[in-house]
């Protein structure tokens, strides 16, 4: 890969230890869109890659992890490389500052590995961090699922050939492993700068991904997965799963900032809240006629504006379902305007 927007800003070794922080800054903008900003703007979105020393979270170790943090119209890329096996607990150490601050973790593959490595090393390491699945943005997942295009598999390179992005890199995961374990015994450069060129070029191509979103339903991926509400209030908002059932639509998530538990009976909704857990359980009531399901605005205790307003439908029927379709823009703008609402008022 080459590219002239970047630079070598620091390779240093972090304080007390030989682990060493290779930060790049590009003068780039990362690709967004209308509906992309519409869920993603003013949220802490990074990018994460990590190497290991196998499969295995119980017996294998983090020695690089690979991170992209987003800064408007530029971003940095930091890789935390470990010169020997037992610096792993300073890489975790590093990371968690900023994976601490994420709202998203805009990745590949990552829910089925990196993430849940990650966690168990965090544990094995007596390291109190634990990344929330809700906080995965995983495009393996998403281009699997809702992808409009057949390939022989979803490999991350493959996605990459198929979005025409060349990379200099050519060992895979497997070889990378090899490669390190060869490099702590004879400490060649060489052999490193090949595992730091394959960490940077996942993370970095991650970027480049993105476009393919537009070419996708956003709006049913962010109703069908988990997804947080943009508020300017203390607390956090998650969906974590939305579901259309026969009479209502159901909503399960988090809120954390909250010390009381909530117990809500309205004519439009209803809501449970456990404090403890920080969980929440909506219900929302949906009227039927003929092949549609709806809500009835008058019902709720609150003003709300529809998306879409259509001549032939009356001004407070909001239209859930009409047929097969259903209508995943209006469900989440009214979830982004409801759920602000409720725990606004707690």
Not at 131 to 146: A, P, Q, R, T, V
Not at 172 to 187: A, L, P
Request: hydrophobic share 40%; glycine share 4%; charged share 25%.
């Amino acid at each position: 890969m080459t590219t002239n927007s970047s630079f070598l800003i620091a390779s240093k070794a972090a304080a007390g230890c030989f682990m060493e922080i290779i930060e790049r800054a590009f003068n780039e903008n990362i690709w967004s869109s209308n509906i992309f900003k519409r869920y993603f703007d003013n949220l802490n979105c990074i990018f994460l890659d990590i190497e290991t020393t196998g499969i295995s979270s119980e017996q294998n170790k983090v020695i690089l992890a690979g991170i992209l943090e987003n800064k408007g119209s530029s971003f940095i890329i930091r890789q935390y490389f470990a010169e020997k096996k037992e610096e792993e607990k300073e890489i975790l150490e590093h990371i968690v500052e900023v994976l601490s601050k994420a709202h998203i973790i805009i990745n590949y593959n990552a829910t089925s590995f990196d993430i849940p490595f990650l966690n168990r090393r965090f544990q094995k390491n007596n390291i109190p961090f634990c990344i929330g699945s809700y906080c995965s943005f995983d495009l393996h997942k998403i281009i699997k699922k809702y992808g409009f295009i057949t390939l022989p598999d979803y490999k991350l390179k493959t996605i990459e050939k198929y979005m025409g992005i060349e990379r200099t890199d050519t060992i895979s995961g497997q070889e990378s492993i090899d490669i390190y374990n060869e490099y702590i015994k004879n400490k060649d450069t060489a052999l490193k700068e090949k595992i730091l060129a394959h960490n940077f070029e996942d993370v970095y191509f991650l970027t480049k991904l993105l476009p393919i979103l537009s070419k996708m339903d956003l709006h049913k991926i962010m109703f069908e997965n988990c997804r947080y509400i943009n508020t300017d209030m203390n607390c956090k908002i998650i969906i974590k799963k939305s579901v259309l059932k026969k009479h209502f639509l159901q909503v399960e998530g988090i809120c954390t900032g909250k010390n009381s538990d909530y117990t809500a009976f309205f004519c439009g909704y209803e809501i449970q809240f456990s404090s403890e857990k920080n969980e929440f359980l909506l219900k929302i009531p949906l009227y039927e006629s003929k092949n549609s399901q709806y809500i009835l605005l008058n019902d709720l205790d609150f003003h709300y504006n529809k998306q879409i307003s259509y001549a032939q439908i009356p001004e407070d029927v909001l239209i859930i379902k009409n047929g097969d379709l259903i209508n995943h823009i209006e469900i989440n703008a009214f979830l982004d305007v409801l759920l602000p609402h409720i725990f606004g008022n707690i």
